[in-house]
């Protein structure tokens, strides 16, 4: 096939090759890298061909709404139908290379794409829309530390006190996680764990109440 244009792309390279890593417990999400191929692609699109253009744009729009959990029901078999004809009719290496890892990582993470898309779980803990994060009030010693760390202003808590998430403040860049030294901070994907939602003493929370786990939304 005839190239209109031959962009090369050291970065969409880069990703390409790590997107290898991608599983759905691999520290490495089949979404969120095929998200991140696709930003790249069309950052350096020269807008020429219509597939890279408009197609591109299209698997865009589409993986973002996965990833940011407003994924829909038909999502999978639109974007593979899409993908699709990116790949057979490509005008550029940039679209053929970016469609084709695309493709390939949702056919080897198809039940992982339908956990993001149906239930908005993302077992890799990653995706901003499929996962949520959670303190076990029952571990926490009330360091503080996760208040310090946290950039959104998102936990709640004070001296002698257990800390607690404000989950509709909160932006799920996982940094709180880290940086608790027991171990108290977790991410959750669709079972969400059930706790006080007020900090408390610390120590007036059982393990038991902790441990619990509930469904999305349950
Ligand atoms: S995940 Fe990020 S935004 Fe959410 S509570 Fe932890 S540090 Fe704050
Ligand atoms: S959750 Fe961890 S870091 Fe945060 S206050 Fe409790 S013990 Fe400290």
Redesign the pocket.
Known sequence: MERICDVTDESLKALVEESKNAGPDTGVCPVEASLKIATEALKNSCGKGVMCRDGLRQVYLILADIVNGRGKADDYELLDEILGVIVECADCDLSYTAAFTIQNLMHENQSDFEEHIKRKSCKNLICVGCHT?HINAALCKGSGE?IK????G??KGGEGLFSV?DQA?????????DKCPNGA?KGAGFIKPQGPTEPGPVGSFGAAAGGRRRRRGG
Do not use: L, R
């Open positions: 994060v996760c760390a946290c950039p959104a998102a936990i998430i403040k909160c932006t799920k860049c996982n940094i709180c996680i901070i």
